[in-house]
């Protein structure tokens, strides 16, 4: 069975108002218990049931009882082995341990691991390693070639499977779409199936859709989601079906995000993708707000648009979301950041500097003079150290066990050296950096420094953020700066396209476009094509 594609361009309420009414029309005729509504993360399901927990005909009803039936495509299809554990941090560590190849990646998040990645993305086209590799970006998994993930591969599953019954003890996540739609029934309590976001699904989880669609009448069957937006293509989803599927789909025509300088812009991108395939999208933009796009030739050269940004970022409480295509664009973004004195994030991260960290350098001064909570001298304790040039520390072990003692009230630094936890010369350190022993927070005090000077409100959340284009798809902000620097062609055209898409149409009021570093080479080709941007003039 083919579902219904419901053809939501960016901002038009797919979510919020399109499947919540859907849903609220679904619960007319069915049970809530035989309404299936799927998604990507968990974020997303969490958003779908607070939009539809406040439907009355769910005010008796659980949230953890809709979990069962609004969660994540993987989480469904674990169902039929609910109860094998999935494979997770601890599991990924005493691999590491077992395996010291697995230690050539040093980086934190543990679930990017290119062993993860590329296991993914290999399943998720329904290629072998080998088929793969031919075709992928192999610099994506660096430090490791092919043969090495092949090793790892090996290791990974021998780690996961009893080796005396050869049953698997730890779920990956290519095992719960597998299991379900090689071993698994076609599910005969679902009455409608909802697929948020549908677009980003892979070659795999398209299939085990359909088989949980199997025994559904009436064609209560829904896709809702932007083929225009079909930009994981890497791992497996297929622009082309998607366009095709939804060529004559019900569209949602209101925006309700993008002002008219963006919503012309993207539709100036996109318009060679809606010509191939023979449709086109109303998509209007939100009523009341005009905006402006402007032009940057560079991050590192000043230009009037760096001027208009700036004092956008420095005097108003408007969001920024910096974008590209791939490395090494995030450095040259940071850079900006660094020269200018900008308090960012990167997206989906905590901040680049701690609200912790900025209220011990704005404090410092009052602890000298004046006297400070015991909760802020807390917050001074785990930077500062007991050796070294800067270490002003009595305590050797120099943790914040060393005040468990105090009473919870204010001090200052005379109270505590009385008290024989800091040393008495740091009376005369009249800068919080003379006692700063972290290195981390140590090689970012002349950010920290611009950031204070520049009067920026740090103890709210940073407004301005920073990510890929995969990244930020979903996110809405009030401005976004495109970089367009690649380093590669992209394998088709319209690729391209989609991803620039993508990236200008998480804005709301206005954009920048900063010009492609390398000679010939452009997203989406936008230098190239002549009047894409021509609300520059």
């Not at 948020?196 to 829904?222: F, R, S, V, W």
């Not at 939100?286 to 648009?305: L, T």
Request: glycine residues 6%.
């Amino acid at each position: 069975m083919n579902p219904k594609f419901i053809s939501g361009p960016p901002g038009t309420g797919k979510t919020h108002r399109w499947l919540r009414e859907k849903y609220a029309e679904l619960l007319k005729k069915f049970p809530w218990n035989r309404i299936v509504v799927l998604s990507h993360t968990n974020i997303a399901a969490a958003e779908i049931i607070e939009a539809v927990k406040k439907l009355p005909e769910l005010q008796d009803v659980s949230k953890e009882d809709l979990e069962e039936q609004i969660c994540t495509i993987h989480s469904y299809c674990r169902g039929l082995y609910v109860h094998v554990t999935k494979f997770d941090k601890e599991d990924h560590r005493s691999l590491v341990m077992s395996q010291p190849l697995m230690q050539r990646w040093k980086k934190k998040s543990w679930d990017k691991h290119p062993l993860y990645e590329f296991t993914s993305q290999a399943h998720g086209k329904e290629m072998s390693f080998d088929d793969y590799w031919k075709v992928c970006d192999p610099d994506s998994f660096k430090p490791y070639n092919l043969s090495m993930l092949k090793h790892l591969k090996d290791a990974y599953d021998k780690h996961r499977v009893d080796p005396e019954t050869g049953k698997i003890l730890k779920l990956s996540f290519e095992d719960m779409i597998d299991n379900f739609l090689f071993l698994g029934k076609e599910p005969d309590d679902i009455d409608a199936l909802i697929v948020d976001e549908a677009q980003d699904c892979n070659k795999p989880q398209i299939k085990a859709l359909h088989k949980m669609a199997t025994n559904i009448k009436d064609n209560n069957y829904y896709f809702v989601g932007d083929a225009d937006q079909t930009i994981f293509e890497y791992s497996g989803s297929d622009p082309t079906y998607f366009h095709t599927l939804s060529k004559d789909a019900e569209e949602l025509e209101d925006g309700l995000r993008c002002g008219e300088t963006i919503n012309k812009i993207c539709k100036n991108i996109i318009a060679p993708i809606w010509k191939h395939y023979n449709y086109n999208r109303v998509w209007k933009p939100v009523e009341g707000i005009i905006g402006k796009s402007y032009w940057m030739p560079s991050f590192s050269k000043d230009s009037n648009a760096t001027e208009v940004l700036l004092n956008r970022i420095q005097n108003t409480e408007e969001t920024f979301l910096f974008t590209f295509r791939g490395k090494p664009s995030d450095d040259h973004i940071k850079n900006f950041f660094y020269r200018h004195g900008i308090d960012f994030a990167q997206v989906g991260n905590s901040p680049h500097i701690s609200r912790k960290v900025f209220r011990c350098f704005k404090t410092w001064n009052k602890f000298l003079n004046d006297k400070v909570p015991l909760q802020q001298i807390k917050e001074y304790w785990p930077l500062m150290g007991v050796r070294g040039e800067n270490g002003v520390k009595v305590n050797k072990m120099g943790d914040v066990k060393s005040l468990a003692d105090l009473i919870n009230k204010e001090y200052n630094v005379e109270d505590i050296i009385s008290k024989g936890l800091l040393k008495s010369e740091v009376k005369g350190l009249k800068k919080f950096e003379q006692v700063l022993t972290d290195p981390d927070v140590s090689a970012k005090v002349p950010l920290i420094k611009k950031i204070l000077i520049n009067g920026t409100n740090v103890e709210k959340a940073p407004r301005v953020e920073y990510g890929n284009i995969h990244q930020i798809k979903g996110l809405t902000r009030d401005n976004s700066i495109v970089d367009l620097t690649i380093t590669r062609e992209e394998q088709h055209f319209f690729e391209g396209l989609r991803l620039a898409y993508v990236a200008y149409s998480r804005a709301r009021i206005n954009c920048w476009t900063v010009a492609s570093r390398m000679p010939r080479l452009s997203l989406g080709r936008i230098e190239n094509r002549k009047g894409i941007l021509e609300l520059n003039k």
